[in-house]
């Protein structure tokens, strides 16, 4: 089994103020399908749905069909053990792939910043991307599957998500030795 993380420990500050003013706007640009919509998704907590039906069709609209129930991708939020790690995407050629948010996270966190973890780990675990590092000009990060480790400043809000997500479904940056989708 292999492993890849997503470090907030630099990004929280950032984040609590930008949630401090913008918390309203966030919540209805992802929360854009009816409450009671959202159907199951077999071995991911139900917390996780709306989030795993949004990356879908935000897949759509970019000329993708992903399908989570298909992949049999499973989720859960409960307790990472390191420090600052926020999610994990598992994998192995045993079982499908898990996701995992971490709880302490979850619960800090508003709608579009535990978006922005799902989708991460979704980046992985579906659409088998590995970290870029790249850096706009600006300094902020140029995707969402930055490490974390390095300097880019995030800049995931409700005005730049939809290039964020361009990016994110952007087949250029699949990677082709382990393919996610065709
Ligand atoms: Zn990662």
């Not at 995992?100 to 088998?128: Q, Y």
Request: with cysteine; hydrophobic share 35%.
């Amino acid at each position: 089994m292999a492993g890849n993380t997503l470090k907030y420990t630099t990004l929280l500050g950032t984040a609590l103020l930008f949630f401090a003013c913008t918390k309203k706007d966030s919540l209805t640009a992802v929360a854009a399908e009816p409450a009671g919509q959202t159907t199951a998704y077999e071995g991911v907590d139900e917390a996780l749905w709306p989030y795993f039906e949004s990356f879908e069709k935000e897949a759509r609209l970019r000329g993708l069909e992903v399908d989570l129930r298909e992949a049999a991708i499973t989720g859960v939020i409960e307790a990472l053990p390191d420090d600052g790690v926020a999610g994990q995407c598992s994998y192995s050629s045993h079982q499908p792939n898990h996701v995992t948010i971490d709880l302490e996270f979850w619960s800090k966190s508003g709608t579009l910043f535990r978006e922005f973890v799902v989708f991460h780990e979704l980046g992985h675990c579906r659409l088998a991307r590995d970290h870029r590092e790249a850096v706009n000009a600006d300094g902020t990060c140029a995707s969402l599957m930055r490490s974390g480790l390095e300097d880019c400043r995030d800049n995931y809000n409700r005005v730049t998500r939809s290039s964020y997500l361009d990016e994110l479904f952007d087949p250029a940056f699949f990677n082709t030795i382990h393919p996610g989708i065709e």
